[in-house]
């Protein structure tokens, strides 16, 4: 996704979503991982298979709170070389989550995200997981 130049209407906005829930995003990044994740990203898959996961590792904590855009424009604002984008962040459609917990659990799930179809894509972020 990418920032709108100028808000939707909310006809647009209807249209967005409905695409959105067949899975088509029109803003959707070219790169073949992002192409990937949106394929197949819906907030309830990424909700299931963090659960999957955590369950498997055990000891750990996810902050799945949803950014808004003005949430992600403000963390930008404060953290550039750090945050996304407004409107290129995971967290603002639901499909990153930051997880907490000792060394060998983050470890683990490291270890273990590919089997669940998650990853850890940034090594500057290693909390952070997505689809
Ligand atoms: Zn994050």
């Known amino acids: 996704m990418s920032s709108y130049l100028i808000e939707p209407n909310e006809r647009v906005k209807k249209v967005l979503a409905r695409l959105e829930a067949k899975g088509i995003d029109l803003f959707a990044d070219t790169s073949q991982k992002s192409r990937q994740a949106a394929s197949s990203g819906s907030r309830d898959e990424f909700l299931s298979r963090l659960n999957a996961l955590?369950?498997?590792?055990?000891?750990?904590?996810?902050?799945?709170?949803?950014?808004?855009?003005?949430?992600?424009?403000?963390?930008?604002?404060?953290?550039?070389?750090?945050?996304?984008?407004?409107?290129?962040?995971?967290?603002?459609?639901?499909?990153?989550?930051?997880?907490?917990?000792?060394?060998?659990?983050?470890?683990?799930?490291?270890?273990?995200?590919?089997?669940?179809?998650?990853?850890?894509?940034?090594?500057?972020?290693?909390?952070?997981?997505?689809?």
Do not use: C
């Open 54 to 131: 955590m369950n498997a590792v055990g000891g750990v904590k996810a902050d799945t709170h949803v950014r808004s855009r003005a949430e992600q424009a403000d963390l930008y604002r404060r953290k550039p070389g750090l945050a996304a984008r407004p409107g290129h962040s995971k967290h603002e459609v639901g499909i990153a989550a930051d997880v907490s917990g000792n060394k060998a659990s983050i470890a683990k799930m490291h270890a273990l995200a590919p089997k669940y179809g998650l990853r850890f894509p940034m090594d500057y972020e290693p909390w952070h997981i997505q689809l």
